[in-house]
């Protein structure tokens, strides 16, 4: 639990899940941290402090500014983030607030509300993961062994300079929680019509995501036993490592609103 880089708030206000990005870089904006852990735990403590009535444009600029004060705070040159975007503490999120009935889609998350399924995925994840998916594949049939694929990657090796070329797009192309400024446009809201049916937020750790808990734990499992590298059934810009109980980090909760009662 303390390597993970999601997390998940509640409280009266608001709830939210939010996935620290993997890092692309050894570099550390905190020495003690993985950037993409830091950047999980300062949008969770900023979204603990938000007034019950803020709205999407302010909360993103909000969160923004939080992050932003972090690179000042340790003396981070901001002119060299700017071309090097894959340094910045990065983060997704889905935000569910009470006071607008209203989930905000900040990034790489996942939700079902109203019996309907939302996502608001990263244009190039999927070519990617096509990418490493038919690296491995051809690996795999000219002797390359599947167990050690789960102890160094060579397929995620393959993309990588291109998953780190994509950074340059986030907050253009799409958006994420970076410290700089978050297009409000490629912000997706949704406005939840039946609070009291019950409202799922999950981070991009479930592949499939279900109305409860155990059935999406129990598709994700399936998923890990029957093609654990993550190169067939659902392709993915990661496996299952070794030592590690799934191919990523991942969030979910489960609410109901009972705001009419």
């Given at each position: 639990m303390q390597e993970c880089e999601?997390?998940?708030i509640a409280n009266e206000r608001f709830v939210a899940v939010i996935d620290g990005s993997t890092s692309k870089t050894p570099c550390r904006i905190n020495p003690d941290m993985r950037n993409g852990k830091f950047c999980m735990e300062l949008v969770r403590k900023y979204i603990s402090s938000m007034p019950?009535?803020?709205d999407?444009?302010?909360?993103?600029?909000g969160v923004t500014q939080a992050v932003r004060s972090i690179y000042k705070a340790f003396g981070i040159d901001i002119n060299r983030l700017e071309g090097h975007p894959e340094e910045?503490?990065?983060?997704?999120?889905a935000v569910y607030s009470h006071?607008?009935?209203q989930i905000w889609m900040v990034g790489d998350c996942q939700c079902i509300a109203d019996d309907v399924y939302h996502d608001n995925s990263k244009p190039q994840e999927k070519t990617l993961a096509e990418k490493r998916s038919a690296f491995l594949i051809t690996a795999i049939k000219n002797g390359l062994y599947p167990e050690n694929v789960q102890t160094e990657d060579p397929g995620r090796h393959y993309i990588l300079a291109e998953l780190t070329e994509c950074c340059k797009k986030q907050n253009i192309e799409y958006p994420v929680v970076d410290g700089f400024d978050i297009p409000i446009s490629k912000?997706?809201?949704i406005d939840v019509h039946d609070c009291g049916k019950g409202i799922v937020l999950a981070t991009d750790g479930y592949p499939f995501l279900y109305d409860t808990l155990a059935n999406s734990e129990e598709a994700l499992a399936a998923q890990l036993n029957n093609d654990p590298l993550c190169i067939y059934s659902s392709k993915a810009t990661k496996g299952l490592m070794k030592s590690n109980r799934s191919f990523d980090d991942r969030g979910y909760v489960r609410f109901v609103d009972r705001a009419d009662e």
């Open positions: 999601d997390g998940i019950g009535d803020i999407v444009r302010a909360f993103c600029n910045r503490l990065t983060a997704s999120v006071h607008y009935r912000v997706k809201v």
